[in-house]
């Protein structure tokens, strides 16, 4: 078989971008018929026919982060009116910090769309917690005036003040990582046998 030519970049045909749009725009769907709940979480599960699923009222953490990234895709292609979009955004972001039941910002993996309550006597989540955050940070750099400045892979603090903290002079001494005194009485076991 013969081998591609590496000086021709890749390019897809028609075809295949009409296959990835659809992909995408269904993708956005599930997510956004899915996600209209009180809370703004995403149902786990949905029947492809759309009738009534039996769990419709379990959400999961994951999938709301995944919701939160694909209404950010969704803001950006039109594919639902954009005061809409920021309406669910808001009422799930404000329901995740407010009303979201969690263990010291651990999360759980399944969860009542109504209430946020625990489901299924299911455990707290670092991965979901974590494709949740994923979601919650996309959205806010989607949706923030002020979006997040990332140098040498940190969050770098906001610098000019309005967007809803102020960092505190000694509070950016007492946490500075990792020799603020915050820090003195927390193990470090990274590199070390």
Not at 72 to 97: E, Q, S
């Amino acid at each position: 078989m013969a081998s591609p030519d590496a000086t021709r970049p890749f390019a897809l045909t028609r075809a295949d971008e009409a296959l990835l749009d659809d992909v995408e725009r269904r993708s956005f769907r599930y997510f956004w018929e899915q996600g209209e709940t009180p809370t703004g979480q995403v149902r786990d599960r949905a029947r492809a026919d759309g009738g009534p699923h039996p769990q419709a009222g379990i959400g999961s953490i994951a999938a709301t982060g995944f919701g939160l990234t694909a209404l950010c895709v969704g803001a950006d292609r039109g594919w639902a009116p954009p005061d809409a979009i920021a309406g669910r955004v808001r009422t799930t972001l404000r329901f995740l910090a407010s009303g979201m039941p969690h263990e010291r910002g651990w999360f759980y993996h399944f969860v009542n769309t109504a209430t946020g309550a625990r489901e299924w006597k299911c455990e707290l989540s670092s991965i979901d917690t974590a494709l949740l955050l994923a979601g919650v940070l996309t959205a806010r750099q989607r949706f923030n005036s002020d979006p997040a400045v990332v140098r040498d892979g940190r969050y770098v603090a906001p610098a000019a003040p309005g967007y809803s903290i102020e960092m505190l002079p000694e509070s950016l001494d007492e946490y500075a990582f990792p020799d603020g005194p915050a820090w003195v009485d927390v193990p470090v076991t990274v590199g070390e046998d």
